[in-house]
């Protein structure tokens, strides 16, 4: 059965981190070129959209740049965040079933707060458009299948706190790859514990490694879960030919996955084999959810024989997802032992490194945890950069649902801190009255 | 002199231009079941006031090939395809295709051998004489497909064989495919027609050369169209387009109307051009190559059958004969357009019949006339507005192209055709811009078809990393050295090659112009290791001189 499928394709052909960098004008190119001559944008069940611009009220849901999010980005990252909420309108309108924002340039490292560009991201275009969701469609469970070959530590930070955001992320191990997160103890902070799933995988895990793990894990926890809806980050460095890193996945691969996910959104996140794996890649996702044959969709150079998995990574995989099973069967009762040792606060100090910028951040979050309501939380940071010098700022971050009490305490905290001037700038980013406010 | 002869659907018009000017014009019936008849007949009138002699050029505009598919009066064409890996593409042609296993991949590289014993073995392959040959990403390097072609004639001795990258030299292997085949299907009947009027004009002297006119407006000598007769499709529209460049100096946004019997097209004029279907033409429901004005016609005219359904009005599509002011018997538009004294013939008493049959109760046959055409405009107007959105909302690929978007800021409705006079005011006036219908509307065809520019174009596309660049609608693929290749080196040799052809076939090679072009650093591990470059160039299509509108019957 066919779906109509919207595509927002934006190749950005005009933009590039630098000239030579992965993230430059020709990423896309090769993919503009096989799309184009398969004819897709000719079946009248695919749609194309032009992307609209996001506007800063849109990335400010989301983000607290320092200074401000506008000094931060370029217009590109306007067209691609806008891109995947032209795709999202798309299917919240009902005008197509699902769709996908084959935009760059991608996000999902950009976290909560942005000093500058990490991981080729800037700002999370996925969080952007589910926060733009949130508010104009009411939608509130969401999950999300990062499929990128790195972790997505940027939408893992945005979600951390948040119950109602599932996000799945399985990605080649931290130990072995960029950014060098995304361990299986990383759950969520103790209110939304279990809602944050890593699954990290040995180099060279094959097209049967991932769809053992999304066949015995992951569509049940899709299943438990219950989304109103799901996002998938389509990130393509999976693939056995990525010049980035070491993973064995096909092009039918990915198409097998977005076939069986069904995802409402997918959004393009990495992958740089922009010759030999993004033209198939691209390909089998977009005939997959339109619903159409995707099975003659294959790589030219692709031998299945080089690309058998190893016994030991299956059994590995075998074993992270056996463990995933059990945590994810006790996920209620282990959130309230979270819940009861935290005694209401959980506090977690970290670095973030910059690698686009060179900038170190440091990073002290608190959240407070309450029996009524999600709580508020805070983020204080310091950063050091080349370009930026030495930057601070201190943020308190109260949801869309935080009870009147939270939201006196929290604002309270926020005045007196801002009375010791130990930072330089001060915000609050009130989800209920949809506003980040500059102290 | 300039000779134009339109073959439309009702009539068949001949005008002759001079100077600017229609000097003699004819018009006869089309003669349905021998196009050919009616065309002599019409250049004969003209022949009894012009001398064969003086005349410098001849253009036809014909249905011959759009009626030729649309009558299914076309050949058995086998239909041989190289898709390589992706969409799964069986089903998408007008006829079965014969699959050969093989690959070119996007960078025009070999990716998958010629399996060529399908070719020698496939008994079914021995039935036709003609053939269509498509492989993807052939625009990148034709190489398998021209092994098809030699196998196909070594074996099979075909009368002919359409090669997808010569018909095309741009992406979309599916549109290609389908171009493909139907110039194949109409190749014998075009050809038939090509020597008959070469003989005709031969017998009354006329040696000017003769040209045909495409979808896309522009001209061929009619031994190009022999071999592509598939950019003859559609050229009535185009004419007509043509036809109103000539006869009214459009600046600006503009929207033009060619409003016939039964249908309104629609065509969009940006900075006084007229907007062309990016990807090409659809023939049936097929999408193809064929490069063609965007148009969109909606189904109302002149003659549309009015009629009152549960209250409502209704309008067309279908026609069920004239109006009744003209001795028809059914309520037609143009009864309205009489009623309401923006039409000035036939029987008025007759028309006022018409709008009685489709009044409320206690409405006056004039305002039924009103209501008629407010309803004729609104679907010409919502016709009109789904096209500007259509166009101002096309996806684009850069954030310049996003940031400084296009705007379409019609000043102006521009109208032809036989209903026009009374529609494309209301239509105007409605969305609050002016109308103009030049004189000579009526033969707007003709003299399009006079005055259109001779055109081809060419696709050159260079890959220095790999060190060659091609034109496939030149069959061509040569060696480039590597390092200084350049966009301006691209474009340079796009025109060269443009003028060479150009020369080839006799037509001018003035006004050269770029269409689109695209340029790429290719990187390799960190370092630029060449460009990819992408230079669409073409001879300015258009028309040759203006058209004083006036009719000299």
């Known amino acids: 059965m066919r779906n109509k499928l919207g595509l927002v394709f934006f190749p950005a052909f005009d933009w590039a981190i630098t000239p030579t960098h992965p993230e430059r004008q020709e990423r896309l190119l090769y993919t503009r070129d096989q799309i184009v001559e398969e004819g897709l944008l000719d079946i009248p069940d695919i749609i194309e959209y032009r992307p609209r611009l996001a506007a800063i009220s849109d990335l400010e849901r989301v983000h607290i740049g320092i200074p401000t999010i506008k000094s931060l980005i370029t217009d590109a990252h306007l067209v691609s965040a806008g891109g995947a909420i032209t795709a999202a309108d798309a299917v919240l309108n009902q005008e197509v079933k699902r769709a996908f924002a084959l935009v760059r340039p991608p996000g999902h490292h950009a976290m909560r707060m942005v000093h500058g560009t990490r991981g080729f991201c800037t700002i999370n275009i996925e969080a952007v458009m589910i926060e733009y969701l949130r508010k104009h469609y009411g939608i509130e469970r969401v999950a999300i299948v990062d499929s990128d070959v790195h972790h997505g530590d940027g939408t893992q930070d945005i979600y951390y706190h948040d119950p109602n955001t599932l996000f799945i992320s399985f990605h080649q191990d931290g130990r072995t790859l960029y950014p060098g997160t995304g361990f299986a103890n990383e759950l969520g902070s103790p209110g939304a514990w279990g809602t944050t799933v890593n699954i990290p995988l040995p180099p060279g895990t094959t097209d049967d490694g991932l769809h053992y793990i999304y066949d015995n894990l992951i569509v049940r926890m899709l299943e438990d879960f219950k989304p109103d809806i799901i996002i998938n980050s389509a990130g393509q460095d999976n693939h056995y030919s990525d010049p980035l890193a070491s993973m064995a996945i096909t092009a039918q691969g990915y198409a097998r996955l977005a076939d069986k996910l069904q995802a409402d959104i997918a959004v393009l996140e990495g992958g740089y084999s922009i010759q030999d794996a993004l033209p198939y890649i691209n390909v089998g996702i977009i005939l997959a959810m339109a619903g159409m044959d995707y099975s003659q969709v294959v790589e030219p150079d692709l031998d299945r024989k080089k690309l058998t998995q190893s016994s030991r990574i299956t059994s590995y995989i075998e074993g992270l997802v056996r463990n995933w099973q059990e945590i994810w069967t006790n996920r209620e009762k282990l959130r309230q032992e979270e819940i009861h040792k935290s005694k209401g606060l959980w506090v977690q100090n970290r670095s973030i490194y910059y690698d686009a910028d060179g900038i170190m951040e440091q990073q002290r979050q608190e959240v407070h945890l309450c029996p009524h309501c999600p709580g508020y939380f805070s983020v204080a940071t310091e950063a050091n950069g080349p370009n930026i010098g030495y930057q601070s700022a201190y943020a308190t971050v109260l949801s869309a649902l935080s009870c009147p009490q939270c939201r006196r305490q929290a604002k309270d905290q926020l005045s007196a801190n801002k009375k010791t001037g130990n930072y330089q700038y001060y915000f609050l980013q009130d989800k209920q009255a949809d506003i980040l406010e500059r102290l | ?553």
């Open chain 2, 1 to 553: 002199m300039l000779l134009g002869i339109d073959v439309g659907g009702t009539f068949t018009d001949a005008v002759v231009i001079q100077g600017q000017q229609i000097i003699v014009q004819a018009k006869v019936p089309t003669s349905h079941d021998n196009l050919l008849e009616g065309l002599l007949l019409a250049l004969d009138e003209i022949l009894r006031t012009v001398k064969a002699g003086q005349l410098e050029r001849v253009v036809l505009s014909t249905t011959l090939v759009t009626n030729a598919l649309v009558q299914n009066e076309i050949d058995d064409v086998g239909l041989i395809i190289i898709p390589g890996p992706g969409m799964n593409v069986s089903a998408m042609f007008p006829k079965t295709p014969i699959t050969v296993n093989g690959y070119i991949d996007h960078r025009g590289r070999r990716a998958g051998v010629l399996d060529t014993q399908e070719i020698t073995k496939c008994k079914q392959l021995a039935e036709y004489s003609i053939f269509a040959v498509s492989g993807k990403f052939s625009v990148r390097n034709p190489l398998l497909e021209q092994e098809v072609f030699n196998m196909l004639n070594d074996a099979y001795h075909p009368l002919h064989v359409s090669l997808g990258s010569q018909i095309s030299g741009r992406l979309n292997f599916v549109r290609r495919t389908n171009s493909a085949y139907f110039n194949a299907a109409v190749w014998h009947k075009f050809n038939m027609f090509a020597e008959a009027i070469t003989q005709a004009l031969a017998q009354r002297d006329i040696v000017a050369p003769v040209y045909i006119l495409k979808a896309d407006g522009g001209t061929v000598p009619l031994i190009l169209a022999k071999a592509q007769p598939v950019e003859a499709v559609f050229t009535g529209p185009a004419a007509s387009v043509l036809g109103i460049m000539a006869l009214h100096h459009s600046c600006g946004d503009v929207i033009s109307l060619d409003i016939g019997g039964t249908t309104t097209d629609i065509a969009l004029w940006q900075d006084g051009v007229p907007l062309f279907a990016e990807r090409g033409a659809n023939i049936f429901s097929y999408p193809t190559a064929v490069r063609a004005f965007w148009l969109k016609s909606v189904g109302v005219g002149g003659d549309s059958f009015v009629r009152r359904q549960n209250g409502n009005l209704q309008i067309g599509p279908m026609r069920l004969g004239p109006a009744m002011a003209l001795g028809g018997e059914n309520p037609t538009v143009t009864d309205a357009l009489i009623v309401a004294g923006k039409a000035n013939f036939g029987h008025k008493q007759l028309a006022e019949l018409a709008m009685k049959r489709v009044a409320n109760t206690g409405q006056s046959p004039v305002d039924a006339a009103d209501e008629v055409l407010a309803s004729v405009c609104r679907i010409i107007v919502g016709a009109i507005n789904d096209m500007i959105t259509e166009h101002i909302s096309q996806p684009v690929y850069k954030v310049e192209d996003i940031i400084n978007a296009v705007k379409f800021d019609p000043q102006l409705v521009v109208g032809v055709g036989g209903a026009v006079k009374g529609l494309a005011p209301l239509v105007a006036k409605e969305m609050g811009i002016d109308s103009f219908i030049p004189t000579g509307s009526m033969v707007a065809n003709a003299v399009g078809a006079a005055v259109a520019r001779p055109t081809i174009d060419i696709t050159l596309r260079a890959d220095t990393e790999q060190g060659y660049y091609s034109i496939p609608e030149l069959g061509l693929r040569k060696s480039i050295s590597g390092a200084r290749f350049s966009l301006a080196s691209a474009r340079e040799l796009a025109f060269d090659c443009l003028a060479a052809k150009a020369q080839e076939i006799n037509i001018p090679q003035t006004d050269m112009e770029i269409m689109y072009e695209e340029e790429f650093n290719v990187v390799k591990e960190f370092y630029t290791s060449g460009k990819i470059i992408l230079c669409r160039v073409q001879l300015k299509s258009g028309v040759l001189m203006p058209v004083l509108g006036k009719e000299v019957w």
